[in-house]
């Protein structure tokens, strides 16, 4: 059974950083492409980024490039999202999805973590 | 970015009733290898997503069969045959053809 389990979500101050990180099990994640979807409070879903099973391709949302970066360490089925110059905006549910088609198609979902900008 | 239209946004159903949802996509999903990649989501009340139907029509593993998704080219619909209780919450539809994904904004079911 596919399971992602995120966590680091936090309160944070505008302007701030925080790593989010996702433990998967129940599938080969070198396989797999792997996803970051956002759900603002009382909002729809919002694609963030993606990364390519092997780590050597990423995708990012026009909204976080060159603030947020996707990772991911296969020896610990772990994908990671530094958030850096987090802004009131980014403040949402953020889940991590297993994926394919280069990460454009997520399936499975973990259960999110909540990332709060205020000051 | 492909905006995605879900209609209508509010969908009130009577329990057994069929319920059907709209979701039109500004270009064509048709991918250069012949896949149309337009899924569903669920979204019950305080819970995760759970993918219903990807690739316009095919059912995950556990949905009912009372979900039947159908469409082509820019638009898709997605059936509940008979609606149950435990249907109630938010649909998503979804495109995976073009960078970005993008989602439609969502539909919320709920019974009357």
């Known amino acids: 059974e596919v399971q992602l389990l995120e966590s680091g979500g936090d309160l944070v101050q505008p302007g701030g950083s925080l790593r989010l990180s996702c433990a998967a099990s129940g599938f080969t994640f070198i396989n797999c492409a792997m996803s970051w979807v956002r759900q603002a409070p009382g909002k729809g879903l919002e694609w963030v980024s993606a990364i390519s099973g092997s780590g050597d391709s990423t995708y990012y949302a026009d909204s976080v490039k060159g603030r947020f970066t996707i990772s991911r360490d296969n020896s610990k089925n772990t994908l990671y999202l530094q958030m850096n110059s987090l802004r009131v905006e980014d403040t949402a549910v953020y889940y991590c999805a297993k994926s394919w088609g280069s990460g454009r198609n997520p399936e499975n979902w973990g259960q999110g973590t909540l990332v709060t900008v205020s000051s | 970015d492909v905006v995605m239209t879900q209609s209508p946004l509010s969908l009130p159903v009577t329990l057994g009733q069929p319920a059907s949802i709209s979701c039109r996509s500004s270009q064509s999903l048709v991918h250069s290898d012949g896949n149309t990649y337009l899924s569903w989501f669920q979204q019950r009340p305080g819970q995760s997503p759970r993918r219903l139907i990807y690739k316009v029509s095919l059912r995950d593993s556990g949905v009912p069969d009372r979900f039947s998704g159908s469409g082509s080219g820019t638009d898709f619909t997605l059936k509940i045959s008979r609606v149950e209780a435990d249907d109630v919450g938010v649909y998503y539809c979804?495109?995976?053809?073009?960078?970005?994904?993008?989602f439609g904004g969502g539909t919320k079911v709920e019974i009357k």
């Open positions: 979804m495109q995976g053809t073009l960078w970005p994904p993008t």
